[in-house]
């Protein structure tokens, strides 16, 4: 009797619990959840199972439907899709932390006091660093070596630009690479004034520094990794496009995916090197959830700020001076039509307005509309009028808006004010391409995709200047600049059917944040918190 009792107890109990209801992981409520659908459409909740969205509506229809293992209660918080950099550096940016930071940097006399700090608590053999921009000083003209070789006259240093195409070294780090003044340049500048090398190397000459800098352990990169991610999870950041790293780095970021000791998802786009394009252009590209190697990166001029931009005509404030291609017309067409030939995607960065034709004519010769190969100009900084009817679904802009709020103070100075209306111009690139793929660019510029944001739709710094926006007409409104952090840069990466909305079937990539983007005054967008992000249902911070 007593058995049958226990048998008879343990059915109700059992389906009450059951209730004909599918059991799931998780479940949100109570949110403000843009979904970034086609209809921008939004919703109070929204349920997830094994990693993917499979549900989106209200709170009490969805709380009726399932039973929920973890409910989050968002208490009218504003949820969006995980941000995806359709532009950044994240393995660089991560060996970058290991170096000495020179972001923010007021003057010369700040990056040498940084340096010898830095000296102090490492000892490095060989010293290198990141992230001074001279735009940012009293003084505007490239440093010299001169302090740097009293006070390091046995220790290499070389330190790099904000930008990453221009750099500063000392005399030990000269001539560790075998570098004089008469050395052959091409793609590039070494600099020299009354006979004698400045330190200065721009663009391509950087390289022969570079060579001789010593290559970081496997813990090292492990670490690098390790750390951006940490920084990126915490700014929302849940897919990030890589602009540019070799076979090594994209097989330890497998690896480490593998094991489940790196989790952020990757868009690969590969070195344009010989070996790299040897490796994987005669293979399929190679995809997981996390990673996707897909595309190539190309480096089709340098950047305005250090003058190597690529111009139709000379630079405003330096007679005669055009900046530089990085290789050939010849070479370019060459490697992108050997691109054509395969699976893989083209990411070009073209800054100047000369790099960005070349890049457009040859683009345009190779794919136009035809096929869906959706390659990208990475930047389309500073395009001719003529030129703007290049951009289409197939032939995408990928710009980061920092760079206008960044360069707005001086950019006139280097194009005049008629070449300056078709730098930055987002509004027109978006008109005209019907898509616009938004990144950040770090760490040439902040991590923070809300910086992003604000740059995109206010066009200005933080300080309120200039107070009417920088060539105003040229903002994206705030649902297209959620879309171009979103949905369209999945669609430039191949991913929108798995990525960049908040819709069922994909992957449960979201995040929480303290104010609502979408409401909030302008003003107060850059200080946007992140509360929780999510990867793949699972919260990562």
């Avoid at 053999?125 to 921009?133: H, M």
């Avoid at 995109?456 to 926006?469: C, F, I, L, Q, S």
């Avoid at 060539?471 to 798995?498: D, P, V």
């Avoid at 992140?530 to 990867?535: K, S």
Wanted: with cysteine; net charge negative; aromatic share 10%.
């Amino acid at each position: 009797m007593k058995k049958l009792l226990f048998i008879f107890f343990f059915g109700i109990l059992f389906s009450s619990c059951d209730n004909g209801k599918d059991e799931i992981d998780l479940l949100v409520v109570n949110a403000k959840v843009y979904t970034v659908d086609d209809g921008f459409s939004t919703a109070e909740a929204f349920a997830v199972d094994e990693g993917r969205f499979i549900a989106v509506g209200s709170s009490e229809e969805l709380q009726e439907k399932y039973n929920v293992l973890r409910t989050v209660d968002a208490e009218g918080k504003a949820v969006v899709p995980g941000f995806i950099d359709a532009h950044a550096h994240f393995y660089m940016y991560g060996i970058q932390l290991q170096t000495v930071d020179l972001t923010g940097t007021t003057s010369f006399d700040e990056v040498v006091e940084r340096i010898i700090k830095f000296q102090e608590e490492k000892n490095a053999d060989f010293i290198t660093g990141r992230g001074w921009d001279q735009n940012d000083w009293e003084v505007k003209e490239f440093p010299v070596k001169d302090t740097l070789d009293v006070l390091f006259p046995d220790t290499p240093v070389a330190i790099t630009r904000i930008d990453g195409h221009a750099l500063l070294a000392n005399q030990a780090a000269l001539d560790a690479a075998n570098i004089t003044a008469e050395n052959p340049v091409e793609g590039g500048d070494i600099e020299v004034k009354n006979g004698k090398l400045t330190g200065i190397l721009i663009d391509n000459p950087m390289d022969l520094i570079n060579n001789v800098v010593p290559e970081p352990t496997i813990e090292e990169q492990v670490t690098a990794l390790l750390d951006a991610q940490k920084i990126a999870f915490k700014n929302g950041l849940t897919t990030i496009n890589d602009a540019g790293i070799d076979r090594e780095t994209i097989d330890l970021i497998d690896s480490l995916h593998q094991n489940g000791n790196l989790e952020i998802r990757i868009y690969a786009m590969i070195s344009n090197t010989n070996e790299n394009l040897d490796y994987y252009l005669d293979r399929k590209p190679y995809k997981t959830e996390k990673l996707n190697v897909r595309s190539v990166k190309f480096y089709g001029d340098g950047a305005l700020g250090s003058r190597g931009a690529a111009l139709k005509e000379p630079y405003s404030d330096r007679h005669n001076h055009y900046g530089a291609l990085l290789s050939s017309v010849e070479d370019f067409k060459k490697t992108a039509a050997r691109i054509a030939a395969s699976e893989y995607q083209m990411n070009t960065h073209a800054i100047g307005d000369s790099a960005n034709v070349v890049v457009l004519k040859t683009y345009d010769s190779l794919i136009g509309n035809e096929g869906d190969r959706r390659w990208k100009v990475e930047h389309s900084q500073i395009i001719d009028e003529e030129d703007f009817s290049y951009f289409s679904k197939n032939i995408i802009p990928s710009v980061q808006p920092t760079h206008a709020t960044s360069d707005m103070y001086w950019a006139v100075d280097r194009l005049g004010e008629e070449r300056e209306k078709g730098a930055y111009a987002y509004k027109k690139l978006l008109d005209q391409a019907g898509i616009i793929a938004l990144g950040t660019d770090f760490p040439v510029e902040e991590v923070s995709p809300f910086m992003t944001f604000y740059a995109a739709v206010a066009r200005k710094d933080t300080d309120n200047y200039p107070e009417d926006g920088y060539m105003k007409e040229q903002a994206l409104s705030r649902e297209e600049t959620l879309r171009g952090m979103t949905i369209w840069a999945a669609y430039s990466n191949f991913e929108e059917g798995e990525k960049g909305s908040i819709e069922a079937g994909k992957f449960a990539d979201f995040i929480i944040l303290d104010q609502n983007i979408m409401e909030v005054p302008e003003e107060q967008i850059p200080g946007i918190k992140v509360l929780e992000t999510y990867l793949g249902g699972k919260k990562v911070y």
